[in-house]
């Protein structure tokens, strides 16, 4: 089995399996399900943080991990999320926020000037 049929079958099983900020693989899901998958997850491990990765960087339009927030008092704010985001769930979490502008890399002050 290699590491893209691990993250088909598992979802297909429920089981929603993303990266943390510390490169470790988080499986989410039924109790059950996520038991039966953890080993093959561990099997697979680095083909998985590998294709996690590249799937945190290649996102559908209008979907981001990291988000720039503003507010009426002209204060900002930087968010990220992981799973990444769509924008309406970024406004639904911050409903005081006039605005948010997703940028590529938390942290790094150039992405969203």
Known sequence: MTAA???????VDGVTLSLSVTGTIKATGEKSAVA???PTIREHKG???TLLAEAANIQPFG?????????PDCN???V???PAVSHAEVMSFYPESIAAEPFADF???QAHR
């Open 5 to 11: 049929a691990v993250l088909r079958d598992s979802a």
């Open 36 to 38: 039966r998958w953890l």
């Open 47 to 49: 083909g998985l943080g």
């Open 63 to 71: 979907v981001s991990r990291c988000w720039l927030l503003r507010f």
């Open 76 to 78: 900002s704010l930087e």
């Open 80 to 82: 990220a999320f992981s």
């Open 107 to 109: 942290g790094n002050k």
